[in-house]
Nanobody, 125 residues
């Protein structure tokens, strides 16, 4: 059974940076897409960024240029470098794994098969 464990959340001020990490274990195989989603209080889970096995990436418009998603296929890890954080970035952040081995970047939560437990990111103004 695939397990995903996030780390790196915290409380920061607007303009600060944070780096989230996600470790995957339990027979992940290869070729899978990974993504980051977030959920703010009272809102639905929204796509943040995704990366395929080859390293192609896609971001939601509001984080483009501020966030960078990366992965280490040998270590089965996923990172999200978040710079110039804004109060509206406050949310629980989840990493997710889509196991179909498609090269297409999945943008919808329903397309992902496995989820981490989430890590809180709070940005104060």
């Amino acid at each position: 059974q695939v397990q995903l464990v996030e780390s790196g959340g915290g409380l920061v001020q607007a303009g600060d940076s944070l780096r989230l990490s996600c470790a995957a274990s339990g027979g992940t195989g290869s070729g899978y897409v990974m993504g980051w989603f977030r959920q703010a209080p009272g809102k639905g889970r929204e796509f943040v960024a995704a990366i395929n096995w080859a390293g192609s990436t896609y971001y939601r418009d509001s984080v483009e240029g501020r966030f960078t998603i990366s992965r280490d296929n040998a270590k089965n890890t996923l990172d999200l470098q978040m710079n110039n954080l804004k109060p509206e970035d406050t949310a629980v952040y989840y990493c997710a794994l889509e196991s179909s081995k498609s090269t297409r970047l999945a943008l919808m939560a329903s397309e992902y098969d496995y989820w981490g437990q989430g890590t809180q990111v709070t940005v104060s103004s």
